[in-house]
Protein backbone atom coordinates (compact mmCIF):
# COMPACT_ATOMS: atom_id res chain seq x y z
CA UNK A 1 0.00 0.00 0.00
CA UNK A 2 1.22 3.30 -0.96
CA UNK A 3 1.89 5.99 1.73
CA UNK A 4 2.97 9.94 1.70
CA UNK A 5 3.39 11.31 5.40
CA UNK A 6 3.98 14.87 5.80
CA UNK A 7 5.54 16.44 8.40
CA UNK A 8 7.46 19.46 9.56
CA UNK A 9 4.61 22.10 9.46
CA UNK A 10 3.50 24.41 12.72
CA UNK A 11 3.56 27.94 13.46
CA UNK A 12 6.14 30.05 12.60
CA UNK A 13 6.43 34.00 12.22
CA UNK A 14 6.47 35.80 9.45
CA UNK A 15 10.11 36.01 7.66
CA UNK A 16 10.80 32.31 8.99
CA UNK A 17 11.18 29.39 7.52
CA UNK A 18 10.20 25.93 7.46
CA UNK A 19 10.90 22.59 5.87
CA UNK A 20 8.42 20.04 5.19
CA UNK A 21 9.28 16.53 4.54
CA UNK A 22 6.87 13.67 2.64
CA UNK A 23 8.02 10.37 3.16
CA UNK A 24 6.77 8.09 0.92
CA UNK A 25 6.49 4.19 1.31
CA UNK A 26 4.45 1.14 -0.22
CA UNK A 27 6.82 1.97 -3.98
CA UNK A 28 9.89 4.01 -5.14
CA UNK A 29 9.18 7.14 -6.38
CA UNK A 30 12.69 8.40 -7.27
CA UNK A 31 11.76 8.85 -11.07
CA UNK A 32 8.30 9.89 -10.61
CA UNK A 33 7.00 13.61 -10.85
CA UNK A 34 5.99 14.74 -6.76
CA UNK A 35 4.47 17.60 -5.76
CA UNK A 36 3.48 19.66 -3.06
CA UNK A 37 -0.23 21.68 -2.87
CA UNK A 38 -1.97 24.19 -0.40
CA UNK A 39 -5.34 24.73 0.92
CA UNK A 40 -6.43 27.08 2.58
CA UNK A 41 -9.92 27.76 4.68
CA UNK A 42 -12.54 28.38 1.55
CA UNK A 43 -10.34 28.28 -1.23
CA UNK A 44 -9.20 25.89 -3.80
CA UNK A 45 -6.42 23.20 -3.58
CA UNK A 46 -3.22 25.40 -5.05
CA UNK A 47 -0.07 24.65 -6.91
CA UNK A 48 3.16 24.85 -4.86
CA UNK A 49 6.03 23.52 -6.16
CA UNK A 50 6.72 19.93 -8.27
CA UNK A 51 9.65 17.85 -9.01
CA UNK A 52 10.06 15.68 -12.32
CA UNK A 53 11.55 12.77 -12.49
CA UNK A 54 14.67 14.41 -13.90
CA UNK A 55 14.76 16.93 -11.25
CA UNK A 56 13.45 19.64 -13.30
CA UNK A 57 11.39 21.87 -10.72
CA UNK A 58 8.47 24.34 -11.16
CA UNK A 59 7.07 27.02 -8.97
CA UNK A 60 4.48 29.49 -9.48
CA UNK A 61 5.49 33.26 -9.00
CA UNK A 62 3.98 33.28 -5.54
CA UNK A 63 6.73 31.13 -4.10
CA UNK A 64 9.43 31.73 -6.65
CA UNK A 65 12.37 32.54 -5.02
CA UNK A 66 11.38 31.39 -1.78
CA UNK A 67 10.48 28.17 -1.88
CA UNK A 68 12.58 24.94 -3.08
CA UNK A 69 11.23 21.31 -3.60
CA UNK A 70 14.00 18.69 -3.38
CA UNK A 71 14.06 15.06 -3.45
CA UNK A 72 16.42 12.32 -1.65
CA UNK A 73 16.25 9.40 -3.64
CA UNK A 74 17.67 7.10 -0.67
CA UNK A 75 15.07 7.61 1.67
CA UNK A 76 12.31 8.16 -0.49
CA UNK A 77 11.41 11.56 0.44
CA UNK A 78 10.43 14.78 -1.12
CA UNK A 79 11.19 17.82 1.02
CA UNK A 80 9.79 21.52 1.23
CA UNK A 81 12.26 24.16 2.10
CA UNK A 82 10.27 27.16 3.24
CA UNK A 83 11.59 30.60 3.71
CA UNK A 84 10.50 34.14 4.15
CA UNK A 85 7.79 32.84 5.20
CA UNK A 86 4.02 34.92 4.83
CA UNK A 87 0.88 35.09 6.38
CA UNK A 88 -0.74 34.30 3.03
CA UNK A 89 1.31 31.12 2.78
CA UNK A 90 -0.75 30.05 5.91
CA UNK A 91 -2.36 26.50 4.59
CA UNK A 92 -2.43 23.16 4.64
CA UNK A 93 0.22 21.66 2.91
CA UNK A 94 -0.07 18.29 0.88
CA UNK A 95 2.80 16.20 -0.94
CA UNK A 96 1.38 14.31 -4.01
CA UNK A 97 2.76 11.84 -6.04
CA UNK A 98 2.47 10.27 -10.10
CA UNK A 99 2.81 7.43 -11.78
CA UNK A 100 4.61 9.24 -14.76
CA UNK A 101 8.16 11.41 -14.42
CA UNK A 102 6.87 14.46 -16.20
CA UNK A 103 5.71 17.00 -14.01
CA UNK A 104 2.50 19.16 -13.94
CA UNK A 105 0.85 21.92 -11.81
CA UNK A 106 -3.17 20.03 -12.01
CA UNK A 107 -3.82 18.14 -8.67
CA UNK A 108 -5.77 15.70 -10.55
CA UNK A 109 -3.17 14.59 -12.28
CA UNK A 110 -1.08 13.22 -8.97
CA UNK A 111 -2.75 9.57 -7.86
CA UNK A 112 -1.26 9.74 -4.58
CA UNK A 113 -1.64 12.22 -1.94
CA UNK A 114 -0.84 12.31 1.51
CA UNK A 115 -2.61 13.97 4.67
CA UNK A 116 -1.47 17.21 4.58
CA UNK A 117 0.37 19.25 6.95
CA UNK A 118 -0.88 22.76 8.61
CA UNK A 119 1.62 25.84 8.25
CA UNK A 120 0.74 28.78 9.96
CA UNK A 121 2.22 31.47 9.29
CA UNK A 122 1.66 35.24 12.08
CA UNK A 123 1.91 38.39 11.70
Known amino acids: QVQLVESGGGLVQAGGSLRLSCAAS????????MGWFRQAPGQEREFVATISGDDTTYYPNSVKGRFTISRDIAKNTVYLQMNSLKPEDTAVYYCAAREGWRATTISNTYLYWGQGTQVTVSS
Open 26 to 33: GRTFSSSA
